[in-house]
């Protein structure tokens, strides 16, 4: 199946075909050079969100820390935090980990400003994006295990003062990659029991590592995710070289975790295993909402600016935070769209 066989909103075939025709412009995305590439990929994520993804609402505070992290200031690890103005002191907060296959991505993509940006403003919380490292050169789990040293600096003596955190009001979100290093890094704190969060949020979550339903056979190609399997090694270090949470779908325990939203997009390779991990979410007696974006493909959520159903689904996340932070939105009316 292909993208020009299904009925898709016009704004996921208008951003498919500027991926092509950018991609032409960007030879080093196919690079065997990692550098090379994620280089590339920056560079064709920020030409899609200036066309495709709603700008930053200017009461937005947009600044960037660093800590030190797990092993001290030798790995220091950026935190990129979006406070809108008229927020409480001190403030519930969200701990955001990108996309990028486990292999690229950064906080500095202007998707990521834009999007976590308006997030802030239609939920009332802080949102604090985490530059977590990257595989190869730093596998499984190093990313999981800058995401919990993240959390805790932010609850720590010191993060209230620098990050004004409200430690009782903290929580996760990742996207694709990111949303299955958060689901991950939240079975660990959920056996540490030191850290309690509030909520998680996954966005087309890469819960597992293998193909996983028919969702996995039908949208393999051509669907963006065709160079899923080559990356899983990457971030692994090897061939199947870790713990029983890096695929937190194979889990045996997902039990007293934190009430959860799951977004999966109707059209993508990841859906059926977002969807079941939510089941098991359920029959684990967590509260869990899964939401499935309905003519959507992999990351099409980001398409604010040209597309309803993108406006709706970060709606529908924002909606989920307001009640699991207890807060309300810090924008009078919905940002309107801007018109093509």
Do not use: C, K
């Not at 996921?12 to 990929?41: F, M, N, T, Y």
């Not at 499984?140 to 800058?146: E, K, L, R, S, T």
């Not at 039990?255 to 098991?280: F, K, N, W």
Request: charged share 20%; glycine share 10%; no cysteine.
């Amino acid at each position: 199946m292909s993208v020009e066989e299904l009925r898709l909103d016009p704004g996921i075939l208008a951003w498919a075909g500027r991926i092509e025709q950018h991609a032409e412009q960007l030879p080093a995305l196919r690079s065997s050079d990692v550098a090379l590439r994620r280089q590339a990929a920056r560079r064709l994520s920020d030409l899609l969100a200036e066309e495709f993804t709603e700008p930053a609402p200017p009461s937005v505070e947009i600044t960037t820390s660093w800590i030190d992290g797990p092993a001290g200031p030798a790995g220091p690890l950026e935190l990129r935090r979006y406070r809108p103005e008229g927020l409480p002191s001190p403030a519930p907060t969200q701990l955001a980990l990108h996309g990028g296959g486990f292999t690229s991505g950064t906080v500095h993509e202007l998707l990521n400003d834009r999007l976590l940006a308006a997030r802030a403003l239609a939920a009332g919380i802080q949102v604090v994006a985490l530059g977590y490292r990257l595989a190869p050169e730093h596998p499984y789990p190093a990313a999981v295990d800058d995401t919990i040293h993240a959390l805790r600096v932010l609850t720590s003596e010191a993060g209230p003062s620098r990050f004004d955190v409200d430690p009782g009001r903290l929580g996760i979100a990742g996207n694709s990659a990111g949303g299955g290093i958060a689901a991950s890094a939240v079975l660990h704190l959920r056996d540490s029991g030191d850290l309690p969060l509030v909520h998680q949020a996954l966005e087309v979550p890469a819960v597992s590592l293998t193909p996983s339903g028919d969702s996995a056979t039908r949208y393999a190609r051509g669907f963006g995710l065709d160079d899923a399997e080559a990356l899983v090694p990457l971030y692994l270090g090897g061939p199947r070289a870790a713990d029983a949470y890096a695929s937190p779908l194979e889990a045996d325990d997902l039990s007293d975790l934190p009430p959860t939203l799951i977004q999966v997009a109707e059209h993508d390779p990841l859906r059926d295993a977002g969807l079941a991990y939510g089941r098991r979410l359920v029959e684990a007696g967590v509260p869990t909402v899964t939401w499935i974006g309905r003519g959507h493909v992999h990351a099409s959520g980001g398409l604010t600016a040209v597309m309803a159903g993108a406006r709706e689904w970060q709606a529908v996340q924002a909606t989920a935070l307001r009640e699991a932070y207890g807060t309300n939105p810090l924008v009078p009316e919905p940002i309107q769209p801007r018109r093509r």
